[in-house]
């Protein structure tokens, strides 16, 4: 059976993961700003306003519910790392990672010696360039054992694909099915039961990356 999931958000994401639950045929429960935990939650994906993940996403995984916080997963690093600290199933809509396709130029590249990527458009959900390019292409290096600080990140307020290419190897945004394979990975990590908060210590070292990109130590 799966696991019955509560959505906090209601804008552009909540909505966007909430077809895609639907599309899986997962049970599901929608919430907007003001939002209650539910007894019969067996994980919570929070998708509200970036500035709310961290009470959201604290008040969850403090009594033991998994969660899959849309990416950034805080706009600040203390907060995603006591996020971290608190241990059991945690996830990060670092979407990129499980693309179709991904999986395949990740083995192909192996551990790269340069990168050079690109990314870029705002809209009303996401005004800053940097808080929206810099996690997708700063999570990919990341997942190819490449420190972002070294790669060449081309992110700009003009809408292009993302697209990077390591060591000559190019991956570039292809077929949908990104967001529904995040959603089935966290299911299944639900249903397994095991402690797994790989994805929240990604998006701790991704939002650590893009605060230094807008204030340089």
Known sequence: MAPR?????????????????????????QEGRYWHMRSDMDGLIVACSTQAHYEVAKCALGRGIPV?????????????KELVELGGI????????????WAEFKERVGKPQAIEAW???????????????????GAMCLDLGFDPRGAQLHITAEKQPVRMVADGLEFADGPPGALAN??????????????????LRLGYEVVKFTEELIVPS
């Not at 959603?183 to 994805?199: H, L, M, Q, T």
């Open 119 to 137: 990314g870029g458009g705002v809209n009303e959900t996401n005004p800053c360039p940097i808080w929206n390019w810099a996690t997708h292409l």
């Open 5 to 29: 999931l509560g959505l906090v958000g209601r804008g552009y994401w909540g909505d966007t993961y909430a077809k895609v639950l639907k599309q899986l045929r997962i049970p599901f429960w």
């Open 90 to 101: 945690g996830f990060a809509g670092h979407t990129r990672l499980y693309a179709p396709g």
């Open 68 to 80: 899959l916080i849309e990416k950034p997963i805080t706009l600040c690093s203390k907060q995603a």
């Open 182 to 199: 995040l959603v089935s990975a966290f299911c299944d990590a639900i249903e397994k039961g095991e402690p797994d908060n790989r994805g």
